[in-house]
């Protein structure tokens, strides 16, 4: 059917075709206008994709900048095409994950679904350190794949889920992911004289490997294991750019009570670029106490903007003087940030 005028049921009706993509999406017909969910919910590897399909819905029900609505089970089942059955067990998953809170209206009267806010749920932090975790091993799909459903069958998947900082056990998930098929992690080894053999995940047995080859390994192995020593075990002469920028991200902590995600390519290289300029470790490191102290210097507080020419000019003005020219402070008075210690963020809701 064209644009145009037509008959139906005795009632003349006039067809207009939408020229623009836009006039479409927010004009056009009775489901109007777009839904944003963030994306890491859209990319969590812990939540299945009918749990973010209904998470989408939910959220196209809260108009505006609301956190809760109240479509009816009928209308959702309706508009997903599922069963009742169906919207109960990803309503479940989606609660006890603490993303939705459902609340009685009255009887006979549609839920309230509130839509809680992200920055507090522990499966979210999980899913965010593997995908960290898989930027620094570099591991194709297929690979990646295999490791982290077998890791989502480990007791380590289970021992981070209920573990309040998620991020404080990220040295131990990335030992795990890196030694993956290679000593035995979360696997039974027999060990023979001439062969050994492992046993990884679903019973899956490996071919023999020769003793020399396996120590060859092993060996390169435990020479990767050492770069990921924490800095707090190391002087700060052998710190090295991913030292300083784990340094920032605990700083950053410190003082804002929420944690620093780094993107891991990107503040190494910003990092090394003011180590190099600076050629005094014991210097950037005090340059960073003092930039994470004065927040009005730049906003966000970043590796980025910690590295910037401007910045490292006023922290070199500020060491030398002790204040700020008054020319750079904002104009806005900051709040004072609240003294939040790791275990209370993590436990409050």
């Known amino acids: 059917m064209g644009e145009g005028v037509y008959f139906m049921d005795n009632e003349l009706i006039e067809l207009k075709l939408c020229n623009k993509e836009n006039d479409f999406i927010y004009n056009f017909g009775e489901i109007n206008g777009h839904t944003i969910i963030p994306n890491k919910i859209l990319y969590s590897y812990f939540l299945s994709d009918r749990a973010k399909i209904l998470y989408a819905a939910i959220c196209g029900f809260a108009y505006g900048n609301k956190r809760d609505c109240f479509p009816t089970q009928v209308t959702l089942i309706d508009y997903l095409d599922w069963t009742k059955a169906t919207l109960e067990k990803y309503l479940n998953e989606l609660r006890n994950v603490g993303l939705i809170e459902t609340v009685s209206n009255g009887r006979n009267k549609p839920l309230v679904y ?42 380590l998947f289970h021992e981070v889920n ?55 390994v092993n060996e390169e192995a435990k020479n990767k294991r ?106 806005k008075k900051q709040e004072p940030v609240p003294q939040t210690s790791e275990d209370d963020f993590w436990k409050r809701d």
Request: with cysteine; proline share 4%; hydrophobic share 35%.
């Open 114 to 155: 509130k839509i809680r806010e992200i920055q507090a749920i522990k499966l979210l932090y999980h899913s965010e350190l593997l995908h960290a975790i898989r930027v620094e091993l570099s591991l194709d799909v297929e690979e990646w794949t295999k490791r982290r459903k077998a890791y989502m069958e480990s007791e």
């Open 226 to 331: 050492k770069k990921s020593v924490s800095y707090n075990s190391k002087a700060l002469s052998d710190w090295n750019a991913s030292d300083f920028c784990d340094y920032f991200g605990d700083q950053y902590f410190a003082h804002r009570g929420i944690p620093y995600y780094k993107n891991a390519e990107n503040d190494v290289i910003f990092m090394k670029n003011v180590l190099r300029q600076r050629e005094n470790k014991e210097l950037v490191k005090t340059l960073i106490d003092l930039f994470m102290e004065h927040p009005e210097i730049v906003e966000p507080q970043n590796v980025q903007n910690f590295s910037s020419a401007r910045t490292q000019q006023l922290l070199d003005t500020l060491l030398r003087t002790g204040s700020i020219p008054s020319f750079y402070v904002q104009s």
């Open 162 to 216: 209920s573990s309040e900082n998620p991020f404080s056990l990220k040295d131990k998930v990335y030992q795990w992911f890196f030694n993956y098929g290679i000593d035995g992690t979360d696997s039974t080894c027999d060990c023979e004289e001439q062969s050994i053999k492992v046993t990884i995940g679903f019973n899956r047995r490996l071919p023999p490997v020769p003793p020399k080859y396996d120590s060859l």
